[in-house]
């Protein structure tokens, strides 16, 4: 059941838009917000802008789809509170959400934009110099207390009342936004809650205002002269109410205790007195090191934040040494800024941020030969990178610079040298690398002409490489790490793309449910295929159908055909052969048992190699085709990978090459005489894909590898 109201006064267009949550989910625009289960984007109709806010997950508590207040609702109805008690708001729009059989399934609410606003934290982070203003600050302070006043009078706290939810507009007219968690307390819990949304405000104007100015702001809100006793104890309590708490982020080890969810901006506090502003996060390895863009005296820098409770001084360490080195023998290296302390343990590096800079492009050939020069200078200067690959390098104006200085250690035996040169060959797809190596050697030379480099042994030292990363790869695709969001739960696993975790969240929630409104592409039973399109994005959702008891039976023991599908496309995609990007894996669970799985990967646009040649039985296959047919399989026999499905359907015609679908039966060998059996019925049975004698079947054969 859906429930949408637009309301009265929005003009004609914006109405046809905001129709509908099915209008509603569907439109794009500015992401201005985002998280597990809400994503907030700016619209413009007829020249006016709108702030659409989607909820579509529940985060970490699912019980909420089928108890209590969706979060939503709350929302806007908060919003109407907040107009009808006379504090200045966005304007309500539209607002709705669909639930089936009581079960909250999504919901959004529309505002119209306020002009010309910035909210009081990015103010605060930038240092506005209106800060500095009296005249202005003390009108917007007295505003702020007024809507707390109003707010609190009738036992009603915002839960989340902090600066960045207050906008400011050219005329200093402050608006409150931003309310899913405010609501009605009774005491004695009443002024424990008020108490919060007070610390909230006082959280960021302990750095910004001075403490007359802050007894100012609370003696507006009290509507006071001076303070009694209750308002003393109150304001001490306002003032230690994020001691010691994860929730301000200032030290170590709140960092440390903070996991993958840490707030942006992050105001962390360094040892000489100073503030680093962390304004996103690059990289997290949580309890160990973090690193960010952020800003510190006056300038954008990044920052690389050792907080493990063991080992932080040595990585800090070896992070300055390694600069140091990089400096000392003239290899281009971000300049280092300051390094120290952090409060409360921990410590910091700080180097200038290339803004504009870029990773080199494994497919353009000049850019990774001034990585191998690179690699050959610091071999041929003693020094080495111990886990060098190309997202070690920088590239900005034709400078290639070296980062990452805590992997720089010095290089032992010429054997050690060579065994690190395999490791960046081994970062290629083996098809860019057969065509490169001599190139990409010769560059290496440029720096470093005095290491003899024995042929053979560098090909098994790269082989040997390839098959550790490609290990290491997909025991990462399969737990929670830097690349991949992975959860385990009584009830279902899921592993995803890190990246499109926030993007995925919808489809994680409820699959089912986006499977049967999408466009169908096969239903069978085992297996149910459709098509979807979330923001503007193209999907494909594959379930894994348990047929009956009997098969429940056989597959609870055993990872799923949607587990080895994802594995298999990982694998296929680090060694460079087409398949849809993989985005993520769902399996229901009961404790141990397996049941239905689910694949989410992108769709791919294009024919199947069935339909491509349907008219081509007389003719033969086009040379592009063949070419394709060529390099896919010289790719998987190279890497003894057999399909277990050579149907022609299973293959599309995209651009250049053939991109593999259907991966639940792959296997990558062992050996040679095990991948040559399977190869065997492979080829058997691609070839059965074409009429005996016909001249497709006469090209395919001539295509593929021998048996």
Same mark, same amino acid.
């Given at each position: 059941?859906?429930?949408?109201?637009?309301?009265?006064?929005?003009?004609?267009?914006?109405?046809?838009?905001?129709?509908?949550?099915?209008?509603?989910?569907?439109?794009?625009?500015?992401?201005?917000?985002?998280?597990?289960?809400?994503?907030?984007?700016?619209?413009? &109709? +007829?020249?006016?802008?709108?702030?659409?806010?989607?909820?579509?997950?529940?985060?970490?508590?699912?019980?909420?789809?089928?108890?209590?207040?969706?979060?939503?609702?709350?929302?806007?109805?908060?919003?109407?509170?907040?107009?009808?008690?006379?504090?200045?708001?966005?304007?309500?729009?539209?607002?709705?959400? =669909?639930?089936?059989?009581?079960?909250?399934?999504?919901?959004?609410?529309?505002?119209?934009?306020?002009?010309?606003?910035? +909210?009081?934290?990015?103010?605060?982070?930038?240092?506005?110099?209106?800060?500095?203003?009296?005249?202005?600050?003390?009108?917007?302070?007295?505003?702020?207390?007024?809507?707390?006043?109003?707010?609190?009078?009738?036992?009603?706290?915002?839960?989340?009342?902090?600066?960045?939810?207050?906008?400011?507009?050219?005329?200093?007219?402050?608006?409150?936004?931003?309310?899913?968690?405010?609501?009605?307390?009774?005491?004695?819990?009443?002024?424990?809650?008020?108490?919060?949304?007070?610390?909230?405000?006082?959280?960021?104007?302990?750095?910004?205002?001075?403490?007359?100015?802050?007894?100012?702001?609370?003696?507006?809100?009290?509507?006071?002269?001076?303070?009694? =006793?209750?308002?003393?104890?109150?304001?001490?309590?306002?003032?230690?109410?994020?001691?010691?708490?994860?929730?301000?982020?200032?030290?170590?080890?709140?960092?440390?205790?903070?996991?993958?969810?840490? $707030?942006?901006?992050?105001?962390?506090?360094?040892?000489?007195?100073?503030?680093?502003?962390?304004?996103?996060?690059?990289?997290?390895?949580?309890?160990?090191?973090?690193?960010?863009?952020?800003?510190?005296?006056?300038?954008?820098?990044?920052?690389?934040?050792?907080?493990?409770?063991?080992?932080?001084?040595?990585?800090?360490?070896?992070?300055?040494?390694?600069?140091?080195?990089?400096?000392?023998?003239?290899?281009?290296?971000?300049?280092?800024?300051?390094?120290?302390?952090?409060?409360?343990?921990?410590?910091?590096?700080?180097?200038?941020?290339?803004?504009?800079?870029?990773?080199?492009?494994?497919?353009? &050939?000049?850019?990774?030969?001034?990585?191998?020069?690179?690699?050959?200078?610091?071999?041929?200067?003693?020094? $080495?990178? =111990?886990?060098?690959?190309?997202?070690?390098?920088?590239?900005?104006?034709?400078?290639?610079? &070296?980062?990452?200085?805590?992997?720089?250690?010095?290089?032992?035996?010429?054997?050690?040298?060579?065994?690190?040169?395999?490791?960046?060959?081994?970062?290629?797809?083996?098809?860019?690398?057969?065509?490169?190596?001599?190139?990409?050697?010769?560059?290496?030379?440029?720096?470093?002409?005095?290491?003899?480099?024995?042929?053979?042994?560098?090909?098994?030292?790269?082989?040997?490489?390839?098959?550790?990363?490609?290990?290491?790869?997909?025991?990462?695709?399969?737990?929670?790490?830097?690349? *991949?969001?992975?959860?385990?739960?009584?009830?279902?696993?899921?592993?995803?793309?890190?990246?499109?975790?926030?993007?995925?969240?919808?489809?994680?929630?409820?699959?089912?449910?986006?499977?049967?409104?999408?466009?169908?592409?096969?239903?069978?039973?085992?297996?149910?295929?459709?098509?979807?399109?979330?923001?503007?994005?193209?999907?494909?959702?594959?379930?894994?159908?348990?047929?009956?008891?009997?098969?429940?039976?056989?597959?609870?023991?055993?990872?799923?055909?949607?587990?080895?599908?994802?594995?298999?496309?990982?694998?296929?995609? *680090?060694?460079?052969?087409?398949?849809?990007?993989?985005?993520?894996?769902?399996?229901?669970?009961?404790?141990?048992?397996?049941?239905?799985?689910?694949?989410?990967?992108?769709?791919?646009?294009?024919?199947?190699?069935?339909?491509?040649?349907?008219?081509?039985?007389?003719?033969?296959?086009?040379?592009?085709?063949?070419?394709?047919?060529?390099?896919?399989?010289?790719?998987?026999?190279?890497?003894?990978?057999?399909?277990?499905?050579?149907?022609?359907?299973?293959?599309?015609?995209?651009?250049?090459?053939?991109?593999?679908?259907?991966?639940?039966?792959?296997?990558?060998? +062992?050996?040679?005489?095990?991948?040559?059996?399977?190869?065997?019925?492979?080829?058997?049975?691609?070839?059965?894909?074409?009429? =005996?004698?016909?001249?497709?079947?006469?090209?395919?054969?001539?295509?593929?590898?021998?048996?």
């Amino acid at each position: 059941m859906s429930d949408w109201q637009v309301l009265p006064g929005v003009d004609a267009a914006a109405a046809g838009c905001f129709a509908d949550l099915d209008a509603v989910f569907a439109l794009e625009g500015e992401i201005v917000a985002k998280d597990s289960t809400t994503r907030t984007v700016r619209v413009e &109709v +007829d020249g006016r802008r709108y702030y659409v806010k989607r909820y579509h997950g529940l985060g970490k508590k699912p019980l909420r789809r089928w108890f209590g207040t969706p979060r939503v609702q709350l929302e806007w109805e908060n919003l109407q509170r907040f107009a009808d008690w006379g504090i200045p708001t966005a304007r309500l729009v539209a607002y709705g959400l =669909e639930s089936q059989g009581g079960r909250f399934v999504r919901g959004a609410l529309i505002t119209a934009e306020i002009p010309d606003t910035t +909210d009081l934290g990015k103010l605060a982070r930038s240092h506005d110099p209106k800060l500095q203003s009296q005249s202005w600050r003390d009108g917007v302070s007295a505003q702020v207390a007024d809507i707390a006043r109003r707010m609190h009078s009738r036992r009603f706290v915002h839960g989340d009342l902090k600066w960045r939810n207050l906008l400011v507009d050219a005329v200093g007219k402050v608006y409150l936004i931003d309310c899913p968690s405010g609501g009605f307390w009774w005491p004695p819990f009443l002024q424990y809650r008020i108490v919060k949304d007070l610390a909230c405000l006082d959280k960021v104007a302990k750095r910004q205002l001075s403490r007359t100015q802050r007894l100012r702001f609370y003696l507006d809100y009290a509507q006071k002269k001076k303070l009694d =006793e209750s308002d003393k104890r109150r304001i001490r309590d306002i003032a230690g109410f994020f001691a010691g708490r994860d929730e301000a982020l200032e030290s170590a080890e709140s960092l440390r205790t903070g996991g993958r969810r840490l $707030l942006v901006p992050s105001t962390i506090a360094v040892d000489d007195g100073r503030e680093l502003v962390v304004e996103r996060w690059l990289r997290i390895l949580p309890g160990k090191r973090l690193t960010g863009i952020g800003s510190w005296n006056g300038q954008t820098v990044l920052a690389k934040l050792f907080i493990a409770a063991r080992g932080s001084e040595r990585h800090w360490q070896r992070e300055c040494r390694g600069i140091d080195s990089l400096k000392t023998y003239d290899l281009p290296t971000p300049k280092l800024l300051a390094s120290g302390r952090l409060e409360g343990a921990g410590y910091f590096v700080l180097t200038e941020y290339l803004d504009g800079a870029h990773c080199p492009d494994a497919m353009a &050939v000049g850019e990774l030969e001034s990585v191998f020069e690179a690699v050959g200078r610091m071999h041929a200067r003693g020094i $080495l990178q =111990e886990d060098v690959h190309l997202g070690n390098f920088l590239l900005k104006d034709d400078c290639l610079y &070296v980062i990452d200085g805590d992997a720089i250690r010095m290089a032992g035996a010429d054997r050690e040298r060579l065994e690190n040169l395999a490791l960046l060959f081994a970062q290629l797809p083996p098809a860019t690398l057969s065509g490169l190596q001599a190139d990409l050697l010769a560059a290496y030379r440029k720096g470093n002409p005095d290491l003899a480099v024995d042929a053979a042994q560098l090909g098994t030292s790269i082989v040997r490489a390839r098959e550790a990363r490609l290990a290491d790869y997909l025991d990462k695709c399969l737990r929670d790490c830097s690349l *991949f969001k992975s959860a385990r739960r009584a009830d279902r696993y899921f592993s995803l793309v890190r990246a499109e975790a926030d993007f995925l969240a919808p489809l994680i929630a409820d699959p089912d449910a986006w499977l049967e409104q999408g466009t169908p592409l096969k239903r069978g039973r085992t297996a149910t295929l459709a098509l979807v399109e979330l923001e503007g994005r193209k999907l494909v959702i594959k379930r894994y159908n348990i047929k009956g008891a009997g098969h429940a039976l056989s597959r609870a023991w055993r990872p799923s055909r949607a587990w080895h599908s994802w594995i298999e496309a990982h694998r296929l995609r *680090f060694l460079g052969i087409a398949t849809p990007r993989p985005l993520a894996l769902i399996e229901r669970r009961l404790g141990p048992l397996r049941g239905r799985a689910w694949l989410i990967s992108e769709y791919c646009e294009g024919p199947n190699l069935q339909a491509r040649l349907a008219e081509q039985a007389d003719r033969g296959a086009p040379a592009k085709v063949k070419e394709a047919v060529r390099r896919l399989f010289a790719g998987l026999a190279a890497a003894h990978i057999s399909h277990g499905d050579l149907k022609a359907s299973n293959f599309l015609c995209g651009g250049e090459e053939l991109v593999v679908l259907d991966l639940d039966a792959m296997r990558q060998h +062992d050996s040679e005489a095990s991948w040559r059996k399977a190869w065997q019925k492979d080829r058997a049975r691609f070839l059965r894909n074409w009429p =005996e004698g016909s001249a497709l079947r006469r090209d395919m054969d001539a295509a593929l590898p021998p048996a």
